[in-house]
């Protein structure tokens, strides 16, 4: 375990459902992202919280909406996602936003759209 | 812009061979460079890092040495052992604190 815990740990769900990732740090972390990691594809920031405010959100589609409701919980709800949705969402944390020494990642949740 | 390229995969080694694998990268500024390595099943770890020009990260016998004459953090080990299978993620977090991954490269050593 790496501090931070994600759940759960892999996820099949229909196009029509919603369903929601679980992060959990007790790192005393200021900062928590979600990535997206796809196939040959360059890990992809798609949302970051400092502070319990979202202060990143780079052009993520609708259907994915975070939630950070204290410093040590974050959530990804998730409602009609499509196929190509279908990937390893990381989460990580940080001391403070950005911080040079490098973020602690999660083991990720192995999502399937079907 | 900022981008980081490194060679694509997959790579096989056998036991004890040397280890390189490139890293290239395009940034504004002067980025902190890293090195994470995803093992089976698991998350990003941090591998090594190194934050200014000519400094040399290194960790569990890899080394990596920021080059800016030629923009490149390429991941080096003498020496790789089965345990290392793994894939490797070049990144670099720019001056604006924001982190930019690689693609990632795979690696399988086999005895």
């Known amino acids: 375990e790496t501090g931070v815990t994600q759940t759960p740990r892999h996820l099949v769900m229909g196009m029509t459902n919603k369903k929601s990732l679980k992060c959990e740090q007790h790192l005393g972390h200021n900062a928590m992202y979600w990535y997206k990691q796809s196939a040959k594809k360059p890990l992809e920031l798609m949302f970051v919280?400092?502070?319990?405010?979202?202060?990143e959100n780079n052009s993520v589609p609708s259907r994915f909406s975070p939630e950070c409701p204290n410093s040590s919980h974050l959530f990804l709800h998730l409602h009609t996602l499509q196929p190509e949705d279908s990937a390893l969402y990381l989460c990580?944390?940080?001391?403070?936003?950005?911080?040079?020494?490098?973020?602690?990642f999660g083991s990720g949740t192995r999502l399937t759209v079907v | 812009g900022n981008s980081v390229t490194q060679m694509e995969g997959p790579v096989t080694l056998s036991e004890e061979a040397f280890l390189t694998i490139n890293c290239t990268y395009t940034?504004?500024?002067?980025?902190?460079l890293f090195w994470y390595v995803q093992y089976p099943g698991e998350g990003l770890q941090l591998l090594l890092k190194a934050t200014k020009a000519d400094d040399k990260g290194s960790n569990k016998g890899f080394e990596a040495t920021y080059r800016k004459e030629t923009t490149s953090f390429h991941l080096e080990k003498g020496s790789v052992q089965v345990s290392d299978s793994a894939v490797y993620f070049c990144?670099?977090?720019?001056?604006?604190?924001?982190?930019?991954f690689g693609t990632g490269t795979s690696l399988t050593v086999i005895p």
């Open positions: 990144a670099l977090l720019s001056t604006g604190n924001q982190f930019y």
């Open positions: 940034a504004t500024g002067y980025p902190s």
């Open positions: 919280y400092s502070l319990e405010e979202r202060v």
């Open positions: 990580a944390s940080s001391q403070v936003q950005g911080a040079g020494y490098g973020y602690t």
